[in-house]
C-alpha cells in the first residue's frame, strides 16, 4: 500500500469509550501531522512529530493523547470524549518539519461521539 | 498572521478554464504561497506552490502579481473530477500550516 493511510474510516463512540485512531505513511517522511476538521469550520492542527518528538501542540484537551512509536505510525488516544469532538480526523505527512514541504494527507477517519 | 481573502464558491463549465483568485496584501518576504484541495469526502491534497515566479506543473499553473499581494490559480481545463474547495495558503519556514474557508469550485457537465 502506498501514500498515507487511516483507519477506522468510521467510529462512533460513547463519551465513555477508550478508541484510538491510527495512522501510517509508506512515503519514508519524518514529519506526521493529526487535523481536526469539524463541519463548517477550517482543518485545525492538533499535534505535529518531527522524527518521533513531539514539536507542537495546539492547545488540545488531554482527551486526545497523540503517540508516535516510529516515524510511519502516529496513533491519536481517544478518552471521555464530547459530542462536540465528532468530526473528521486527518493524518498527514511530509518530508520534514519544514511547513513549506508539500504534506500528504489520508483519507480521514470520521468520528462521531454519542 | 498573513492572511489570505478567497471567494467562498465559484462554478465553471467543464473542458473550461477556471481562475482561482486568492487575495494576500499583507504577505511577508518570505512567505510560499501554497495551493491545496479538498475533494469531497476525501483529505487535502496538495496542488502547487511558488514564492515569486510563475509556476506549472501537471495539475494545475499559478499566476502571482508583482507585488505578490494576490495570486491566481489556474485549472486549464476543469473536470468533473476537479469539484472541490480550493485553498490558497501563506506559509514560512516554522510556521504551521493554516487553513481557511477556501473556495468550493464546481463544474458544470
Known amino acids: 500500500e502506498t501514500g498515507v493511510t487511516q483507519t477506522p474510516r468510521h467510529l462512533v463512540m460513547g463519551m465513555t469509550n477508550k478508541k484510538s485512531l491510527k495512522c501510517e505513511q509508506h512515503?519514508?517522511?519524518?514529519?506526521m501531522y493529526w487535523y481536526k476538521q469539524s463541519a463548517k469550520k477550517p482543518l485545525e492542527l492538533m499535534f505535529v512529530?518531527?522524527?518521533?518528538?513531539?514539536?507542537e501542540n495546539n492547545s488540545v484537551p488531554s482527551r486526545f493523547s497523540p503517540e508516535c512509536p516510529n516515524s510511519s505510525h502516529l496513533f491519536l488516544h481517544l478518552h471521555t470524549l464530547q459530542p462536540e469532538d465528532s468530526a473528521l480526523y486527518l493524518c498527514?505527512?511530509?518530508?520534514?518539519?519544514?511547513?513549506?514541504?508539500?504534506?500528504?494527507f489520508g483519507p480521514g477517519t470520521r468520528l462521531t461521539v454519542l | 498572521d498573513a492572511k489570505t481573502t478567497q471567494p467562498n464558491s465559484m462554478e465553471s463549465n467543464e473542458e473550461e478554464p477556471v481562475h482561482l483568485p486568492c487575495n494576500h496584501s499583507?504577505?511577508?518576504?518570505?512567505?510560499?504561497i501554497h495551493w491545496y484541495r479538498q475533494l469531497p469526502s476525501q483529505g487535502p491534497e496538495y496542488v502547487i506552490h511558488?514564492?515569486?515566479s510563475n509556476v506549472n506543473n501537471r495539475m494545475a499553473s499559478l499566476a502571482i502579481a508583482e507585488d505578490r499581494k494576490s495570486s491566481t490559480l489556474i485549472l486549464h481545463r476543469a473536470t468533473l473530477r476537479d469539484a472541490a474547495v480550493y485553498y490558497c495558503?501563506?506559509?514560512?519556514?516554522?510556521?504551521?500550516?493554516?487553513f481557511g474557508t477556501g473556495t468550493r469550485l464546481a463544474v458544470r457537465p
Open positions: 498527514a505527512s511530509s518530508q520534514d518539519w519544514v511547513h513549506y514541504n508539500e504534506q500528504f
Open positions: 512515503l519514508g517522511h519524518n514529519a
Open positions: 512529530y518531527s522524527l518521533e518528538e513531539r514539536v
Open positions: 499583507t504577505i511577508s518576504g518570505t512567505d510560499y
Open positions: 511558488g514564492l515569486t
Open positions: 495558503i501563506l506559509i514560512s519556514s516554522g510556521d504551521k500550516l493554516t
